[in-house]
């Protein structure tokens, strides 16, 4: 399969320097260097093609290649910042050849520096995900056994309700009243108006006189006088004719 060649990054100006060797191992400083008077000028192109990336010095208006520089990883030594700035960088070129030389780069603006360090962090980070997700591939994974063991059994707990609201439980339906043989209890009645008690009779007796024998008559006629005056009106009205002393004397 055909990999074509991805453009990363460009920067339409970058300076090369010629910097002198490098003589401990405290790093890189570009204020050994000679900023006044860059030895070129031109274009800088971050490309990459499969897992290879590469910064490459163009000619602004050619584009005829002047330098390029290889990077297996970052930071490595194919790249390098300075120790006393975050605009200068020391790169690693090779020719066809591979033959190699060191030469510094820099940048008017700090922005430019800082992207050229966030496209290289994406770049090895995106290939370092999908070497884990090949190596994910090549594992093989452990598959979860979800099938029953002989002799295991479940229960489930099924509750259905019909459409007149009543629960079906075992096939049957269950009717809402809770009463033994399927009878509900009534509610109680509300609460009715209590009537009055009937006021009591006090009979009519003269003081001078001993209250008589309830089995006496005239007693008896005394004690019941109201309602059998009572009886006398509602006779009258009944029989018009009839004396009303007789009903007296009954």
């Known amino acids: 399969m055909e990999t074509y060649e991805s453009v990363l990054l460009v920067k339409n100006e970058v300076f090369v320097f ?3 060797p490098r003589a401990t191992n ?11 008077e860059p030895e070129w000028t031109g274009r800088m192109k971050l490309v990459s093609k499969g897992n290879d990336c590469t910064i490459k010095l163009e000619d602004k208006n ?3 290649l002047f330098a390029k520089c290889p990077i297996e990883t970052y930071p490595g030594m194919a790249i390098e910042a300075v120790a006393d700035s975050s605009r200068y960088f020391v ?8 033959r190699s030389a060191f030469i510094g780069i820099g940048f008017t603006d700090r922005s430019d520096s ?3 360090n966030v496209a290289l962090q994406d770049h090895f980070k995106r290939l ?3 070497q884990e997700i090949e190596k994910e591939k090549d594992t093989p994974k452990q598959q979860l056994d979800l099938s029953f063991k002989e002799g295991q059994t479940i229960k489930i707990n ?3 309700t019909k459409k007149d609201g009543n629960e079906v439980t075992g096939g049957r339906p269950k009717p809402k009243g809770g009463a033994a043989g399927g009878l509900g209890f009534l509610p109680p009645p509300p609460g009715g108006v209590k009537m009055p008690a009937p006021p009591k009779l006090t009979p009519t007796s003269s003081p001078s006189h001993q209250p008589k024998s309830s089995s006496d008559p005239a007693a008896q006629a005394d004690n019941w006088g109201e309602f059998a ?3 006398e009106e509602s006779a009258q009205a009944a029989s018009p004719s009839t004396n009303q002393s007789s009903w007296v004397q009954f």
């Open 62 to 64: 050619s584009g005829e």
């Open 114 to 116: 800082f992207d050229l």
């Open 18 to 20: 010629k910097i002198p």
């Open 91 to 98: 790169l690693r070129i090779q020719d066809d050849n591979g």
């Open 229 to 231: 005056s009572a009886n």
């Open 26 to 36: 405290r790093g890189y400083r570009a204020a050994d260097w000679n900023l006044a």
């Open 158 to 160: 099924m509750k259905i």
């Open 128 to 130: 370092q995900n999908d």
